[in-house]
């Protein structure tokens, strides 16, 4: 008694029909439970067209690998481990053990309808349908809302709408909650999303089954149609403020964030398979980005005239704040690792009575609706507001468009387009970045003036005191300011692009500031015995660690013009400011352990190298190749530490070495020569003393990433090495035949004799002349 699945492909197969023959199969064919399960799964996913049991193949198959190679003797070793890197060890499974469902029935209960696991996971199942079911009936078939068309609708309505947003969003973000006996809660509707957060002692189920029912079906865009429940134009003009309308949009948008947005929470397996369902979540999500510029700006607009003329009576200006903080931080969640959603948030047309910025052309729309509304959010003060709850949600606000503003000027989609969801936008074709540009769009309308304003006052306020300083935990409102210290100089970091917009940034008078900002990280770090920062909590310590790499990486990219990077290495003394390469340096002597601090002190350290022997001498004279081996020995799986710590040898090395005048043979400078010798093997002997040829060879070398980095900076150390290419299907043959790879074909480098029969100096033959006569004479017969 097979049960049949739709003709259709396009049909959700429902778990009515998937229990249904689980127990004809188990009852006709005389299967046991987990015969019958295992026997159900093959049967529809072969009507279905999909395999029950997916293969992997290398992703590197065919690409070419290089590594850094010292001898001969070492380049079966070197490929044999790029190799095995390359190779993706399968899963083991146990004979229970169900295999990865395909995607046409990742939305389905796999356990056995009987069981007492199967019966709790319908019954959550059940719940979740019902609240879906709920918002569906909200919507019309025209996308527009209908139950709440009407402000005066009863509220209970309201309220089980408020709660099934609460439900979906705690399902889609931690799944099944599991007490500490390993049995799932039965959740009802009244619990709210804030006492599962604070539970303690609790475990979390796997989302991914609720992620591929919004993935599957159309319930992504009802939660989409729900954003249209607040009319930001309305409350603009309107003398009051329905407060369901915004409670429900708040719910809206916090269960979009819970869908959009990675969870910390799950397992390793689990969260591969959910950051991947959340990324075509974001793809789907792009439509609806135009709407949510549109909340943004009138929210601001409305915070605005609230404060000034009480326009919006209905809710204070906390709920209006909170509300915008909740629509940055899905713009946030909308946008990471989403090239595409980039764009259209930056390009979202916004009307001019949404719009506190003047676009000066005279026109009834901004067409960068996303950069106008940012800077709208950057442009509210906290004298705007007249309490502390209210002075620490507007700061709390000016973080989050802080951290939008980066998250848009940041290339962050590295997603195989073939691999993307067919149809969804962004899913054909190769990602652009589109960095550079919005960061161009930003300068261009004024964000660098208002985010180095935003720096100064917030460093101004949270200068250490003799009882400690930004690390102590003190008031919520210190650390809220510590958090947009950090926030607003990433933000500055990612707009600091080219030589014009630093130079704007440099008169605006940002070196004091982030160099201040870099001594109060130091500063305030305590050292622990091993060297280590230990500061009065976990949360300070985080936060601590958040100031210095916001710090070191906006050090690192104004160091990208020559002049700026010396005074900052060097020192400048007409204005008075002394060098940061001590802080910079005890900065990655705190942190040993933040790969991201280390990354970013190496790179700023091989940019004030390049192109200045001086600075490269300073480096040199202040220990700095310690901290930078130390850094690569410490962070050995992290290819931008490697990448930026060869860089920085190199850069140091090289330039030094090129300062040095050249040897000369002769009888009267024999001195000169030998000064000389001494200089140049005191240079290579300060890296190679800390082991950096180890170093460069066997971890740098090994990134693909790095072993241009580290080749260069090998040779510049005066170390024998060559640079290999290895082809990935030659290795993958290699080993498993276990032969060796020494036959593998490398790169030919430039002036290697190849044709045995060219000759790289021009030499006349003597009969050319003639030859040359006897073919012209032919031409013309």
Request: proline share 3%; aromatic share 4%; glycine share 8%.
């Amino acid at each position: 008694c097979n049960a049949m699945a739709s003709s259709s492909s396009d049909a959700l197969l429902s778990q009515d029909l998937f229990d249904e023959t689980v127990l004809e199969n188990e009852e006709c064919f005389d299967l046991s439970p987990d015969d019958a399960l295992h026997e159900t799964i093959d049967q529809f996913c072969q009507q279905l067209g999909a395999s029950s049991s997916s293969s992997s193949s290398s992703a590197a198959a065919g690409s070419d690998h290089h590594v850094v190679a010292p001898s001969p003797t070492s380049v079966a070793n070197s490929s044999s481990s790029t190799a095995n890197a390359a190779t993706t060890t399968p899963l083991s499974e146990t004979a229970t053990e169900l295999p990865p469902p395909p995607a046409v029935l990742s939305h389905l209960i796999l356990s056995h309808p009987n069981s007492s696991e199967g019966k709790r996971d319908r019954i959550n199942r059940n719940q979740f349908q019902n609240s879906l079911t709920l918002l569906d009936e909200c919507v019309n078939t025209d996308g527009t809302l209908k139950n709440l068309e009407n402000d005066h609708a009863d509220s209970n309505d309201g309220e089980k709408v408020l709660q099934a947003l609460v439900d979906i969003g705690r399902r889609c973000q931690v799944g099944d909650i599991v007490n500490s006996e390993g049995t799932k809660k039965n959740d009802n509707n009244s619990e709210t999303k804030k006492d599962t957060d604070t539970t303690k002692n609790t475990n979390y189920g796997n989302p991914f089954p609720y992620l591929a029912i919004f993935q599957q079906t159309s319930s992504i865009y009802t939660l989409m149609s729900f954003l249209s429940v607040f009319n930001p134009a309305q409350c603009i003009s309107a003398a009051e403020t329905n407060p369901m309308r915004l409670q429900i949009l708040r719910a809206t948008v916090q269960t979009l964030s819970s869908i959009l947005s990675n969870n910390n929470n799950a397992t390793a397996r689990e969260d591969e398979k959910c950051v991947t369902l959340r990324a075509e979540l974001r793809d789907l999500f792009i439509p609806a980005l135009g709407r949510l510029v549109c909340l943004i700006g009138g929210i601001v607009k409305t915070i605005n005239k609230h404060e000034t003329d009480g326009v919006g009576a209905g809710v204070d200006s906390t709920s209006l704040v909170r509300t915008c903080v909740d629509l940055l931080q899905l713009g946030i969640n909308a946008t990471r690792g989403c090239e595409s959603a980039k764009v259209a948030f930056v390009q979202s047309v916004l009307s001019s009575e949404l719009s506190t910025v003047n676009n000066n052309k005279g026109s009834n729309v901004t067409k960068r609706g996303g950069v106008s509304v940012i800077l709208s959010c950057l442009s509210l003060r906290g004298n705007n507001f007249t309490t502390n709850n209210s002075l620490n949600n507007a700061t709390l606000l000016l973080t989050e468009a802080c951290q939008l503003l980066a998250s848009l000027c940041r290339y962050d989609d590295f997603r195989d387009p073939s691999s993307s969801t067919s149809g969804a936008m962004g899913a054909t074709g190769v990602n652009t970045s589109s960095a550079h540009d919005h960061a161009m769009e930003f300068h261009r309308a004024g964000g660098a003036p208002l985010l180095i304003d935003i720096a100064r006052h917030v460093l101004s306020e949270s200068a250490p005191s003799d009882e400690g300083g930004l690390n102590s935990d003190m008031s919520s409102g210190v650390v809220a300011n510590e958090r947009l210290a950090a926030a607003v100089l990433t933000a500055l970091r990612v707009l600091a692009v080219n030589d014009e917009i630093i130079q704007t940034m440099v008169a605006l008078s940002v070196l004091p500031i982030v160099t201040r900002a870099l001594q109060f990280g130091v500063s305030t770090a305590v050292e622990s015995e091993d060297g280590g920062a230990a500061g009065t909590s976990g949360a300070g310590r985080a936060r601590n660690q958040r100031l210095v790499a916001a710090s070191l990486g906006l050090l690192r990219n104004l160091c990208g013009n020559d002049e700026i990077k010396t005074n900052l290495c060097l020192g400048s003394s007409s204005s008075s400011s002394p060098s940061i390469l001590p802080h910079l340096l005890r900065s990655m002597q705190l942190h040993p352990s933040t790969a991201l601090i280390q990354e970013h002190g190496c790179g700023t350290l091989a940019a004030m190298a390049l192109r200045r022997p001086a600075n490269a001498r300073a480096i040199l004279d202040a220990d700095g190749p310690r901290w930078v081996i130390v850094a690569m020995r410490r962070h050995k799986s992290n290819v931008n530490v490697q990448r930026q710590g060869a860089l920085a040898v190199r850069n140091v090395v090289s330039r030094l070495l090129r300062d040095l005048p050249e040897d000369k043979n002769g009888a009267g400078a024999a001195a000169g020569v030998a000064s000389v010798g001494n200089e140049r093997s005191s240079v290579r002997d300060a890296f190679l003393e800390l082991g950096a040829e180890a170093v460069l060879r066997n971890i740098a070398g090994r990134h693909q990433g790095s072993v241009d980095e580290a080749y260069a900076a090998l040779r510049d150390l005066g170390c024998t090495v060559s640079l290999v290419k290895f082809n990935a299907d030659d290795l993958q043959k290699s080993q498993t035949s276990g032969s060796s790879v020494r036959g593998v074909g490398r790169s030919m480098m430039f002036g290697e004799k190849h044709n045995s029969n060219f000759r790289p100096v021009y030499e006349e033959s003597a009969g050319l002349s003639e030859g040359v006569d006897d073919v012209v004479s032919n031409f013309g017969n």
